[in-house]
T-cell receptor, first 114, second 115 residues
């Protein structure tokens, strides 16, 4: 299982502030995904990124969200003006090495909006 | 879009017994169905998956079955052990070459193994 690292592990922010969550895949893959999980609820898809472009996005992924791959390795999710309901675990996921469509999740960033 | 229903929400079984978790999906274009195990405070961990070109897949004590016609798939865990206690999520998506669309998850099943 390939490792994906995420930073920070926990982010606390004030409502209305911008946050940037980072994901670093170990291997150089083309597909990446961002998901969120509100405490006690199911995992929800936000956006997928393929070959440095957004491939698919969900209804949750509105104008306050953006994704980038600024330097070819880090993979960021930006939330422009955080709301209380953005408090959740945010996971990035990357594919395996077998080309078999799996998605392996990083350890996540816990975002707390006060 | 895709909709995945999962049940039961909670399942309590005696250690050593079998557990079955069931999911249904709505989008006939979905062709990849992974299962994830999530322990408290940890990331979802992929435990097994199945593609629409097979009806069953087994890996030691866990197995997954798929009925494309009925659009449902199930996770079977035999000889349950205390370490199987966790929340299990099913998911569905379409495969795309070496990747896939975003996963649509079920609401999860809290599996409790009673000693």
């Amino acid at each position: 299982e390939p490792e994906v690292t995420q930073t920070p592990s926990h982010q606390v922010t004030q409502m209305g502030q911008e946050v940037i969550l980072r994901c670093v895949p170990i291997s150089n893959h083309l597909y990446f995904y961002w998901y969120r999980q509100i405490l006690g609820q199911k995992v929800e898809f936000l956006v997928s990124f393929y070959n440095n472009e957004i491939s698919e996005k969900s209804e949750i992924f509105d104008d306050q969200f953006s994704v980038e791959r600024p330097d070819g390795s880090n993979f960021t999710l930006k939330i422009r003006s955080t709301k209380l309901e953005d408090s959740a675990m945010y996971f990035c996921a990357g594919p395996g090495t077998s080309g078999r469509n799996e998605q392996f999740f990083g350890p996540g960033t816990r975002l707390t909006v006060l | 879009g895709e909709n995945v229903e999962q049940h039961p929400s909670t399942l309590s079984v005696q250690e050593g017994d079998s557990a079955v978790i069931k999911c249904t999906y709505s989008d006939s274009a979905s062709n990849y169905f992974p299962w994830y195990k999530q322990e408290l405070g940890k990331r979802p961990q992929l435990i097994i998956d199945i593609r629409s070109n097979v009806g069953e897949k087994k890996d030691q004590r866990i197995a997954v079955t798929l009925n494309k016609t009925a659009k449902h798939f199930s996770l079977h865990i035999t000889e349950t052990q205390p370490e199987d206690s966790a929340v299990y999520f099913c998911a569905a998506t379409r495969r795309l070459g070496g990747g896939a669309d975003g996963l649509t998850f079920g609401k999860g099943t809290h599996l409790i193994i009673q000693p």
